[in-house]
């Protein structure tokens, strides 16, 4: 008989970890680019250099190509983990408030674990729920719910931002019956693959207006590792987590995103830290393992 008990697999939360950290430092990176170009250009740049990238090592490690028959749902996690997560989050960003963004980010593990239960992925129990609601409630208190704004100005880019999170959300949802079948690195190369034509169709008049031969040596290094780490490795990382976890876990670990960039600001920016980061992180630590321990891998024990 299997095993019931939930088996703690310390390399995902590992790989969730550094997830969650080097995408604190896209935050950071990402304000000294865009002072010198244009959001939709950075888009471009992310997808025009992770693509190949991806598709090469998924072809060098993998040794595999998608059926026919799994390029409509590639093409879907595409849209919504790549163009729609992109995009939305930029148009969003230009009509509501930075503050407003931070904020409404910690849904995404809400949709997720709706998403999940509705289509059947996961088992929606009280333990998963409790530690979502902890994870959440402690992003909030780091980031002080008072402080968001609402009103004619802001109300289109609030939605937008809740869209963007509503479709990264079903993008974690959605990748789990895709990688039973594929290798994470062939599902994240090829959705990619497809959600970068989106991505440039919108944004390449933006990409070609910068002049790149012009932009400083720091900046192309901030856009190197933009590229290569909160992206390309990022992405591998998030749905091999998704692959040996679950959806909901992934998802929560996001709430660690605004203590990650605030800590990362205090040090190269000497931004300061919010009194209220030690008990946001406590409720964020207890929301995860209540996460973990709601995970009940099948047979009992991680994949290997």
């Known amino acids: 008989m299997p095993n019931s008990r939930p088996t703690f697999d310390w390399k995902v939360h590992l790989s969730q970890i550094f997830v969650q950290i080097s995408f604190g430092g ?106 979502i609601a902890l994870a959440v409630a402690g992003a909030l208190v780091m980031l002080d719910p008072m402080r968001f704004q609402q009103n004619g100005r802001t109300l289109l880019g609030n939605v937008l931002l809740l869209a963007n999170c509503l479709a990264y959300g079903i993008f974690l949802v959605l990748q789990r019956p895709m990688l039973k079948r594929l290798p994470p690195l062939t599902v994240i190369a090829w959705s990619f693959f497809f959600g970068a034509i989106g991505v440039l169709l919108v944004g390449m008049r933006d990409f070609r207006a910068v002049d790149w031969a012009d932009l400083p040596g720091v900046v192309h290094a901030q856009l190197a590792y933009i590229v290569i780490v909160p992206t390309a490795i990022n992405y591998a990382l998030n749905s091999w987590s998704v692959q040996r976890s679950s959806p909901s876990l992934v998802a929560t670990y996001t709430t660690l995103q605004p203590l990650t960039a605030a800590s990362l600001a205090a040090f190269f920016l000497h931004e300061r830290l919010s009194p209220n980061g030690a008990f946001g992180f406590l409720l964020i630590v207890a929301g995860l393992i209540a996460v973990t321990r709601a995970d009940r891998p099948e047979g009992g024990s991680a994949p290997r």
């Open 26 to 131: 896209f935050h950071v990176a990402g304000k000294s680019i865009l002072s010198h170009m244009p959001p939709l250009a950075l888009g471009c740049a992310r997808v025009i250099g992770a693509t190949p990238l991806l598709l090469l090592l998924a072809f060098l490690i993998d040794r595999r190509l998608p059926e026919k028959r799994d390029l409509p749902r590639l093409a879907l996690l595409g849209f919504l983990g790549v163009f729609a997560n992109q995009v939305l989050f930029i148009f969003g960003l230009k009509f509501t408030t930075a503050t407003n963004a931070g904020i409404l980010m910690p849904s995404i593990p809400i949709f997720a674990v709706a998403a999940g239960a509705l289509l059947g992925v996961e088992r929606l129990d009280r333990r998963r729920i409790l530690g």
